[in-house]
């Protein structure tokens, strides 16, 4: 057997039993790393140009050092270099063979410590590191300029590569897959470390970070969270768009629901569940979790009303948000006002892009109703259906609206009202508490000053009212004044007739307080409106000029031409309709 170039001494290249033996009977055991490639990147530089023709040593154990010689720029120096490199792989190659596993650190330790102090500096600090350092800091750290730093590197990456790839070391790539797939594509930097401290490995040390560099490599962000970069888009982006892909198709998943959605781009069920927790755009009520944003309320109210899954009340809203700075007025104006959503009760409100159906009253359920019955409806069933699917009414109010004008009950049959039908015949004006005629072109109607006036709230007109302002049932007539205009209209679904809108205008314009009355005065042919004002005090017949528009010289001849009726029922008139007061005015009268 020819001898092992390190104990040829300097001569070895002339010994012409070494120069004529090939390789594989030179290096003993290279057969058994045939496959594997040759580590130019340890070689002397020249020599590299040669790695495309010989990549692995088989490509190379048929030759004799003495071919060696013959090529270009390879001198003895060279040619030993090769065949020591050769030896190296051999023993490494048995030492993995033969050998039990080491473990992490020792494994790593072992593949880091084939590199130099310079490269091994090199790739913990610009290449290994979750933060690494500029090529100029990294040539500060070394003690080099930035132009060595940049000529090295592709070298020292090439060097670390080719030693990867040595079978020697595929116990390094085994715990490299091992953690990779215990990190996941995303977490929190302290959960790395913990990964790290379970493989035996200081996160500042160099086996760590090459480790950390195989298993990803990963980066750290500024949020303290730690991504894998070989995704095409970052671990983060990974995660983010798998949340979104949850959201897109259910507005409030389970925690299941997205743990599973993240566990399949390989994130670990704690760590994906600290991830959600740390995301500021999403909350969680109980077991489910929402799109959330800490700006309007009627965007808090939408992401409560997704988890609560069903239309709620305000209340029941309010209390999932639990937001003590958050106001039941405030959130029930929104909810009133915003587009995303509509009423499907009396209080219940849902979110439009639920499609529920909306509830714009009773009349309008009944009616519904009616029409999916093909046209009529027994009044037993309406009220059954009814209740069932909207909770917050009564069966009296139900009933109720079964005699307005929109619809025709018979025989305990309910319908919608037709132009065939007609409109009932109204009763006269004098019918009407506190309304009076002032000739024909004049209607007066006296409304008491309330609170709810004063705060702008409308004021029902009773239908005999409304049929001497000239509206009918369905119609509706603005009238104009120097304080403003007021609209009278007649829903034919009204349960106590027409309405005038807000009064207050014309209640601030003649300084009436609550407890005064306030005289409306419509004229018919000009739809002009005026407001008089009756004090709470005011009596007798400063009263009945204030009522009647004209000066009153005989009470009871004003009242009969204001009531159009004739004198000897005038009292008669006023009591039935709650006007006692004024009748007592006519005592001892002729």
């Known amino acids: 057997m020819a001898p092992e170039p390190t104990a040829l001494g300097p001569d070895w290249w002339r010994n012409e039993a070494i120069l004529t033996t090939p390789l594989r009977d030179l290096v003993d055991g290279l057969d058994t790393v045939a496959s594997s490639p040759i580590p130019y990147t340890q070689l002397p530089r020249r020599m590299s140009a040669y790695a495309e023709e010989a990549p692995q040593w088989a490509h190379v154990a048929r030759l004799t050092p003495q071919a060696l010689l013959l090529r270009p720029r ?47 500096t090199l790739l913990s600090r610009h290449v290994w590191s979750l933060d690494p350092l500029t090529q100029k800091e990294a040539a500060e750290v070394l003690g080099v300029s930035a132009i060595s730093v940049y000529r090295n590197l592709p070298r020292a990456r090439a060097r670390f590569a080719e030693m990867l790839a040595d079978p020697a070391h595929q116990e390094v790539l085994e715990h490299a897959q091992h953690l990779r797939q215990r990190l996941g594509p995303y977490l929190p930097l302290d959960a790395v470390e913990l990964e790290l401290g379970r493989f035996g490995l200081e996160s500042s040390s160099h086996a760590a970070q090459a480790l950390l560099h195989l298993a990803g490599p990963f980066r750290l962000l500024r949020n303290r969270w730690v ?14 768009s798998a949340v979104a892909e949850v959201f897109r198709t259910t507005a409030a998943p389970s925690t299941d629901t997205l743990l599973n959605e993240l566990g399949r781009c390989g994130m670990p069920a704690g760590v994906a569940l600290a991830y959600l927790q740390d995301q500021e755009t999403l909350r969680r009520f109980g077991d489910t979790w929402v799109r959330w944003s800490n700006g309007s309320v009627a965007a808090k109210a939408e992401a409560a009303l997704h988890a609560i899954g069903v239309a709620a009340t305000a209340e029941s809203i309010w209390a999932t948000l639990g937001e003590d ?144 302002l000239g509206i009918n049932p369905g119609g509706r007539r603005t009238f104009t004044g120097a304080h403003g205009n007021s609209t009278v209209s007649w829903k034919p679904s009204s349960t106590t007739g027409a309405n005038v809108g807000s009064l207050r205008a014309q209640a601030l314009a003649v300084d009436a307080a609550a407890g005064d009355t306030l005289v409306m005065v ?69």
Request: with cysteine; hydrophobic share 35%; aromatic share 4%.
């Open 74 to 120: 390879w001198g003895a120096s060279a040619v030993q270099a090769l065949i020591e490199a050769a030896q190296q792989a051999v023993r490494l190659h048995r030492g993995a063979q033969a050998g039990e596993p080491v473990g992490p650190e020792a494994s790593v330790t072992r593949l880091t410590n084939r590199l130099n102090d310079f490269d091994q």
């Open 227 to 240: 991504e894998r970069t070989t995704e095409a888009l970052g671990g983060r982006a990974q995660v983010t």
């Open 325 to 468: 700075d958050l106001k039941l007025t405030t959130l029930k104006e929104r909810l009133s006002h915003d587009d995303r959503f509509l009423r499907t009760s009396r209080r219940r409100w849902a979110l439009r892009c639920w499609k529920p159906v909306e509830y714009s009253g009773i009349a309008q359920a009944v009616g519904r109703y009616i029409d999916e019955q093909g046209g009529e409806a027994s009044t037993s069933d309406i009220i059954d259906h009814l209740t069932a699917t909207i909770p917050d009414i009564t069966e009296s109010s139900i009933r109720t609206y079964h005699y307005t004008l929109a619809f025709v009950t018979e025989a305990g049959k309910v319908r919608r009202r037709t132009k065939r039908d007609g409109w009932p015949k109204a009763p006269p004006l004098n019918t009407v508490r506190g309304a009076f005629h002032n000739g024909d072109n004049e209607v007066r109607l006296a409304i008491p000053v309330t609170r709810e006036l004063q705060r702008g709230s409308g004021h029902p007109i009773p239908p005999a009212a409304a049929t001497a």
């Open 522 to 590: 419509f004229r018919l042919d000009d739809a002009r409106l005026d407001a008089i004002r009756i004090e709470a005090n005011d009596n007798g017949l400063p009263l009945l000029r204030k009522l009647l528009g004209k000066t009153v010289r005989v009470p009871i001849a004003a009242l009969a031409s204001a009531l159009q009726c004739p004198r000897d029922e005038v009292e008669t008139v006023l009591r039935q309709r709650g006007d006692g007061h004024l009748a007592d005015l006519l005592t001892g009268e002729p």
